[in-house]
């Protein structure tokens, strides 16, 4: 598992990447995500999630993930999760340095936070 980045390859015939993509969103949003998710036309599919508001984004807390659900043969499918907006979190990061320390510790326990939720996709696929 990397920390920012994990790739797995299920069995899946291609037809069924819809709906296993469809299958994932709605069990995101049971969770409290914003998802979006859109075919490609190799027949595979891009998720975009995140969670938190804007003053969770402020505080570099909002959590962000990009899934690839991409099909690799007539039987097998890659599930790549990786970190969605992790660079945004570098504007609050400056804020926080220039105009309230404090808010540093909760950057890094948003960073923390981040790292394990391309795992929690992984096992929902």
Do not use: C, H
């Not at 299920?10 to 998710?37: H, S, W």
């Not at 075919?39 to 807390?61: E, H, N, P, Q, R």
């Not at 999760?81 to 220039?98: E, N, R, W």
């Amino acid at each position: 598992m990397g920390v920012f980045n994990t790739t797995r390859q299920f069995t899946a015939p291609r037809d069924q990447i819809a709906t296993i993509a469809n299958d994932l969103m709605e069990k995101l949003r049971e969770k409290g995500y914003d998802v979006e998710g859109k075919a490609l036309l190799d027949g595979g599919w891009d998720i975009s999630l995140t969670k938190g508001g804007m003053f969770k984004a402020v505080l570099g807390l909002q959590s962000a993930l990009k899934i690839n659900l991409a099909p690799r043969g007539p039987d097998a499918m890659i599930a790549q999760a990786s970190v969605g907006i992790f660079g945004q979190q570098a504007v609050p990061a400056l804020v926080a340095i220039f105009v309230a320390w404090p808010v540093l510790i909760t950057q890094i326990w948003g960073i923390i936070q981040q790292t394990k939720l391309d795992d929690t996709v992984m096992v929902l696929i």
